[in-house]
């Protein structure tokens, strides 16, 4: 998976197309990200302790990496991702502009 947590991405597909936000965890074993503030949905938690009410919290779900690409650091737009190496370092390039992603 060449996206990373703290990447900022679009998605591209589904309910959720258009809307943009920083990748909060990436789930290897899913090929899924979550992304903060996209694809929420409400959660029902029963009471821990007597006495405590139950509540409804939004929390985000999981989208497919097939689903989204990264933000063009330059103007926010999908690009795709290069890999490029140097010195046996491996750097990620942004195809559409060609600045390095950090």
């Known amino acids: 998976m060449k996206l990373k947590k703290g990447d900022k991405v679009v998605v591209i597909a589904g309910k959720a197309k258009g809307q943009s936000g920083t990748i909060v965890r990436a789930l290897h ?7 903060d503030g996209v694809n929420m949905a409400k ?7 007597a006495g ?12 497919h990496v097939s689903n989204v690409m990264l933000a063009d650091p330059k103007d926010g737009k999908p ?14 390039i942004a195809v559409k502009s060609g600045q390095e992603i950090k």
Do not use: C, F, W, Y
């Open 29 to 35: 074993d899913l090929d899924a990200v979550l992304i």
């Open 79 to 92: 690009t795709r991702i290069k890999i490029s190496r140097s010195g046996g370092i491996r750097i990620r």
């Open 52 to 63: 405590q009410s139950g509540q409804i919290v939004e929390k985000p779900m999981p989208i």
């Open 43 to 49: 959660r029902h938690n029963k009471p821990t302790r």
